[in-house]
């Protein structure tokens, strides 16, 4: 790796610049940890563990079931679950046939759910077997190419005691109804060998997982992540996150087989998925199966509760999800002493949230950066407390470079300290958007020779090379660390029989101004009528939550350009100056 600035001042000494990176798919990763140490648990879900080696077992299971469906090398397989411990081997067993797997957020709609379906090609589906999730995946698949439902009920990963009580209650969850063609993952486990069939793999070019986002225009499309991509992420990540036992003690990697990894981030999205339900098994972890990290009364009760009892000691969240636990009203009731380090992602990390929840905790908090494209970590402050640099994204990590570009052409590269694009590029950026060659192109350009992402968000580098975001990704609205896109938005809203013209913008928290949510604009059509809380009350039929907006006023008209487009910035700038935070 080429000296850069940010090699110059504060990179970790123990820190390697560069890496080497293994030639082999990404569930290798899961079957040498099974062989080195197939003991050691691997998932934790309700005080039940599951081995490494009992992984790999059922990822083995659900490769030999899909291979018989005739699901192989090319094929989509789309997973619509919350994190439960059915989640690894679903996922490394899709892997195992050669497929790609498809993560989908859980809050989708059937309608949301199923243009996933349809783009991404998927020929079988995995859902949990719920009341709510089991019926959307159904309507989801009707009119796609999916031929088999795979449903996925926790009874089995349950105490005993608490399955047979939960099943006589009716408090274990249940779909009131199973449509013909329907594969029970038990049966799946009672019923198939552990033999996945043998694929031949090439990690650099095979796709192991298309992720939806809305990039920077708010259109959904596939990022194509390989093999390599998030191999070579773990690995990068699993360099840079470097600890002291004591302040006289060399930083030095997590140890392999000690830690207890918190899977409080959704595992549909890059964040979730590599930092912690994939980067756990690089290093023989453990990980405790969080599917919602806001249930108990009051919420967040159960996943403090999880962390004491487990002694949770890696933790990669959201802002939202730290302020909520450092105000959570007893958590010096539950020991949360066993925390070590916790990354930050998503959203802006206030500098006094982080010093709020290392008082709490004692564990050191970092604010990173990256994106779905990228597998996802680019950028990372160091994990240790007298080199981070609170208020930016840190530098970027190993074999990664970055250049902030011109707005213009995002083809020069700009003197340091000058705002522009962030561009990067290293073994952990994708290699394009799923069927889409021409929003691939708009997003990749040659700097000096070399090929880089185009980010999307505006910042520059400070004078010890550390990476400060200025500016947000255009019009896009971070609600809780989740990336609502006001023309998906709006287009949802314009299939209201009362709306005529419909904008979207995302408004900060007055306590909180880091979170946003979303705020809708609406003309209604003449001789129509509606109110705000109806429209309100509609969308939560027709949008996942972080999605629908919080508060819509009714307008008579929206600023346009000159070409009839919207001008959100005119509504937002309106919108901050009546509530006093312009």
Known sequence: MEERLWHKHKWPATVKKSLDYPDEPLFAMLDRTADEQGDATYTIYSGIHHSYREVRESADKIANFLASKGIGKGDKVAVFMPNLPHYPPVFFGILKTGATAVTC???????????????????????????????????????????????????????????????????????????EGTVFYDDIMANYEPKPPDVSMNPSEDLALILYTGGTTGTPKGAMLTHSNIYANVIQIDEWLQLKADEDSPPEKLARGAEVYIGALPWYHSYGLTLTMIASVYIGAAVICIPDPRAGKPPLTDMLSDIAANKGTILHCVPALYAGIVNHPNVTGFDLSSIKACGSGAAPLPPELAKNFEAVTGGTLFEGYGLSETSPMTHAN??????????????????????????????????????????VRGPQVMSGYWNK??????????????????????????????????????????????????????????????????????????????????????????????????????????????????????????????????????????????????
């Open 105 to 179: 957020n859980p809050q989708y709609t059937s309608g949301e759910l199923q243009f996933q379906l349809k783009d991404s090609e998927a020929v079988a589906l995995v859902c949990m077997d719920h009341q709510k999730f089991t019926p959307i995946a159904y309507e989801a698949a009707k009119g796609t190419g999916v031929k088999t439902v795979i449903v996925c009920g926790v009874k089995a990963f349950l105490p005993k005691v608490k399955a047979v009580l939960g099943g006589l209650l009716g408090k274990i969850p249940k779909s009131p109804s199973y449509e």
């Open 437 to 582: 060659p021409e929003e691939t192109e708009n997003v990749f350009r040659t700097v000096n020779g070399q090929r880089y992402f185009l980010t999307g968000d505006i910042g520059h580098m400070d004078e010890e090379g550390f990476f400060v975001v200025s500016d947000r990704k255009k019009d896009m609205v971070n609600v809780g660390g989740f990336k609502a896109y006001p023309r998906e938005i709006e287009d949802i809203l314009f299939e209201h029989p009362a709306i005529a013209m419909a904008a979207a913008i995302g408004v900060p928290r007055e306590n909180d101004p880091g979170n946003e949510f979303v705020k809708a604009f609406i003309v209604l059509k003449e001789g129509k009528s509606a109110t705000p809380e109806e429209i309100i009350e509609w969308c939560k039929e027709k949008m996942a939550g972080y999605k629908r907006p919080r508060e819509v006023d009714i307008v008579d008209s929206l600023p346009l350009s000159a070409v009839g487009k919207v001008l959100r910035r005119e509504l937002r700038k309106a919108e901050l100056e009546k509530r006093g935070m312009a």
């Open 382 to 423: 160091p994990s240790l407390r007298a080199t981070r640099k609170f208020g930016s994204i840190g530098v970027p990590i190993p074999d990664t470079d970055s250049v902030i570009v011109d707005l213009e052409s995002g083809t020069t590269e700009l003197p340091q300290g000058e705002d522009g694009e962030i561009a």
